[in-house]
T-cell receptor, first 116, second 114 residues
Framework: EAGVTQFPSHSVIEKGQTVTLRCDPI?????LYWYRRVMGKEIKFLLH????????ESGMPNNRFLAERTGGTYSTLKVQPAELEDSGVYFC??????????????FGEGSRLTVL | GDSVTQMEGPVTLSEEAFLTINCTYT??????LFWYVQYPGEGLQLLLK?????DKGSNKGFEATYRKETTSFHLEKGSVQVSDSAVYFC?????????????FGAGTRLFVKA
């Protein structure tokens, strides 16, 4: 069974440009999460999808960030326009509905974003 | 709000040394507690978990006990190996009106020397 996959693994862009990160969750996982780790600090929650619906987007930093999950399968996270402080590692995680109350997550390897 | 605090790293140990990584949490409800590990070049993976007070999670020689009275979930291993070198994240999961959200600490990098 394939794990959570993320693309690209590393993206280097200039301030003001746009970047789109993609996450393919484990097949059958309705829960999909985006997290971000900046400069070796804690991994911060961004948002949570249940199928195609945004269950909780309280962690999204501002309106330059847009997440979608069309059809309840893969998800994209777009940053437009990117700022220097957006640099970090963006993690995607997924879980099955029946494990949501134990909180166990399956993570991708992360997408490292560097904004110059 | 809910939060997790873990000891800062890096932690450097010699092989076969005893490991403790401290973790304390703040939560309004009754969270589940986790340790995740990130090996170099890989994504985070669940190491162990405990879902209620006094539970002990264990895996690969690592252990952690859910202590409600001290709001702690310290990670221990009796004899570390070079292959244990990684970043360790303490985390909690608690329900809210929108579902369950997992909250992470800042991570502790462990280096084990041969």
């Amino acid at each position: 069974e394939a794990g959570v996959t993320q693309f690209p693994s590393h993206s280097v862009i200039e301030k003001g440009q746009t970047v789109t990160l993609r996450c393919d969750p484990i097949s059958g996982h309705d829960n999909l999460y985006w997290y971000r780790r900046v400069m070796g600090k804690e991994i911060k929650f961004l948002l949570h999808f249940v199928k195609e619906s945004k269950q909780d987007e309280s962690g999204m930093p501002n309106n330059r960030f847009l997440a979608e999950r069309t059809g309840g399968t893969y998800s994209t996270l777009k940053v437009q326009p990117a700022e220097l402080e957006d640099s970090g590692v963006y993690f995607c995680a997924s879980s099955q509905v029946w494990t949501v109350n134990t909180g166990e997550l399956f993570f991708g390897e992360g997408s490292r974003l560097t904004v110059l | 709000g809910d939060s997790v605090t873990q000891m800062e790293g890096p932690v450097t140990l010699s092989e076969e040394a005893f490991l403790t990584i401290n973790c304390t949490y703040t939560a309004t409800g009754y969270p589940s507690l986790f340790w995740y590990v990130q090996y170099p070049g890989e994504g985070l993976q669940l190491l162990l978990k405990a879902t209620k007070a006094d539970d002990k999670g264990s895996n690969k020689g690592f252990e952690a006990t859910y202590r409600k009275e001290t709001t702690s979930f310290h990670l221990e291993k009796g004899s570390v190996q070079v292959s244990d070198s990684a970043v360790y994240f303490c985390a909690l999961s608690a329900g809210n009106t929108g579902g369950f959200k997992t909250i992470f600490g800042a991570g502790t990098r462990l280096f084990v020397k041969a």
